[in-house]
Nanobody, 116 residues
Framework: QVQLVESGGGLVQTGGSLRLSCTSS????????MAWYRQTPGKQRDLVAS???????NYANSVKGRFTISRENAKNTVYLQMNNLRPEDTAVYYC??????????WGQGTQVTVSS
């Protein structure tokens, strides 16, 4: 059974930092591209950042310079370090395992709330 379990969300003030973690089981983690998405009520789920199996990264323009995605294959875990948070970063953040641009698995999501 495949599981992606996110943690690290919470409430933070504007300018603060959070680190999200997503730990997987049931997949060959090192073979997957991993990604973080976020979603607010009534809107589509948008890509925040992704990291290929080889380590290449990609970021949404809105988070470049503030967020950093990384992975630790030995722990089957992908991270999202979020700095200088803004109220518009408030969303549910989801971890995803991706192959050939197709999302194979989703996590359950973790809420991030940034207060102004």
């Amino acid at each position: 059974q495949v599981q992606l379990v996110e943690s690290g969300g919470g409430l933070v003030q504007t300018g603060g930092s959070l680190r999200l973690s997503c730990t997987s089981s049931g997949i060959i983690f090192s073979a997957y591209e991993m990604a973080w998405y976020r979603q607010t009520p009534g809107k589509q789920r948008d890509l925040v950042a992704s990291i290929a199996s080889g380590g290449n990264t990609n970021y949404a323009n809105s988070v470049k310079g503030r967020f950093t995605i990384s992975r630790e294959n030995a722990k089957n875990t992908v991270y999202l370090q979020m700095n200088n948070l803004r109220p518009e970063d408030t969303a549910v953040y989801y971890c995803a395992a991706v192959t050939r641009r197709t999302i194979d698995y989703w996590g359950q999501g973790t809420q991030v709330t940034v207060s102004s």
